[in-house]
């Protein structure tokens, strides 16, 4: 029998652990409203993955069989949006609850965008086990067509059909298996584990663009630091950044500086603090580019030209599989090239780049290089006093600069007139 004509398993949702008092009851108005017009309506996907879990989802998606006419006629808040593939988003405030069509894989000749299909069919169209559940919260019940609910219990996250044509029709579909696999703390199945270190070079021929969002749903869904360590197991990272593996892999330190940097980054989404793709590839890419520009500057370039030149060469490289647009590559460089400035703090200098509008990034940035064992911690130390205290106590504090510079400058004058 075709698996994709096979009935689901339908299991009771209260004996998975599923509690409907968290569903949204935006969600359930719009699930009972299609019902209620005739058509077949459930919660699907990530949603009733993670109320399995016993998590707090972040969207609740539905799925019908109604088409989306059909479903715009119902619901007098929706529109309808996209090209390819039509999707309603019904509208309650704020609050949008996306509904779409069942779809089924096209044919060779068919539009890839609307094939409708059957619910069997959705479900088999997925990507894994885990996010093809279809739960329905009138009757209180899962359907489950490919065992997702068992891959759940034993901890895998499987992929649907052949994993390998399902990597090479979409490489993105290898950093989404470590994504969920990361934030699920499930394995992939053995089968994929194998596939993946061997068809990551296959995600260099994705369109760099759309590897940027891909990076941001990586590293700014607030668990960055596990990801991290899954792309680097499954050997993803050094196909997404090959400038900064073949440094690391040098003997260089950015283990430790990025790790911080993504730790620090999960800290603060956790305790709903703003975070910037400017920072993050800060982090990401300082160390060829600081292992460059040092190499520069030994070689008797200028320090103001090497740190630039070094910024230009390693963006060139990486733009090339990962697209970091302006607004966030420009004060990536910003926060890099300020990095000089911690030092010039005589006279007002310190004051002046205190007032600067991208001193508390670079601050943080200077932060991570001082935890990561870079550069002497006294300076960060200083850095963060000369915040703390009053403006009388700023400027003894730069005196005391000053009057260190004079003691030393002294010290070196006796020595050389004694060595005489």
């Known amino acids: 029998m075709n698996d994709q004509n096979r009935a689901p398993k339908i299991v009771d949702a209260a004996s998975c652990g599923l509690n409907p ?26 949603c009733v993955r993670d109320l399995v879990l016993g998590r707090e989802p972040k969207d609740f998606d539905v799925v019908t069989q109604a088409r989306p006419e059909e479903i715009r006629q119902i619901f007098r808040n929706a529109r309808l949006i996209g090209r390819r593939f039509r999707l309603a988003h019904v509208h309650f ?4 609850i996306e509904v779409a069509t069942y779809r089924a894989a096209p044919s060779a000749d068919q539009d890839h965008g609307n094939v409708f299909g059957t619910a069997e069919e959705d479900a088999f169209r997925r990507d894994f086990t885990v996010n093809a559940l279809y739960y329905d919260p009138e009757e209180g019940v899962i359907r489950d067509y490919v065992n997702g609910l068992q891959d759940l219990a034993d901890g895998f996250l499987r992929v649907i059909g052949n994993p390998e044509e399902r990597f090479r029709e979409d490489p993105v579909r290898m950093l989404r298996a470590v994504r969920f696999a990361a934030k699920l703390g499930l394995q992939l199945t053995p089968d994929s584990r194998e596939l993946v270190p061997r068809l990551g070079p296959l995600l260099q021929e994705v369109a760099p663009a759309r590897l940027f969002e891909e990076m941001l749903k990586l590293f700014h869904a607030g668990n960055a630091a596990a990801t991290y360590e899954a792309l680097e197991g499954h050997r993803l990272f050094e196909a997404l950044f090959p400038t900064v593996a073949a440094v690391r892999k040098a003997g ?11 730790i620090n980054s999960d800290r603060r989404i956790a305790e709903n603090k703003p975070v910037t793709p400017a920072f993050l590839f800060a982090a990401l890419l300082w160390e060829p580019v600081r292992e460059a ?28 599989i990962v697209t970091i647009p302006k607004r966030f590559s420009l004060p990536m460089r910003e926060i ?21 509008k991208r001193f508390r990034a670079a601050y943080d940035f200077l932060g991570l290089r001082a935890s990561s064992g870079e550069l002497d911690p006294g300076l960060f130390d200083w850095w963060t006093r000369f915040q703390e205290v009053t403006p009388a106590e700023q400027e003894a504090m730069v005196e ?10 002294r010290r070196k004058r006796r020595r050389r007139a004694s060595s005489g």
């Open 21 to 46: 008092a968290r569903i949204n009851p935006h969600a359930r108005q719009v699930i009972e409203k299609l019902q209620d017009a005739g058509y077949t309506a459930y919660l699907v996907g990530g």
């Open 293 to 320: 520009a040092v190499a520069a500057i030994a070689d008797g370039m200028a320090p103001v030209e090497a740190w630039q030149k070094a910024a230009e060469q390693v963006l060139r490289e990486q733009l090339k």
């Open 400 to 409: 005391g600069l000053s009057e260190q510079g004079e003691k030393r400058s």
């Open 252 to 262: 260089a330190n950015q283990e430790s500086l990025l790790a911080k940097a993504l």
């Open 336 to 356: 890099w090239s300020l990095q000089s400035r911690f030092d010039r703090r005589s006279g007002r200098q310190a004051f002046r780049f205190l007032e600067s």
């Open 93 to 96: 405030g704020r609050d949008i």
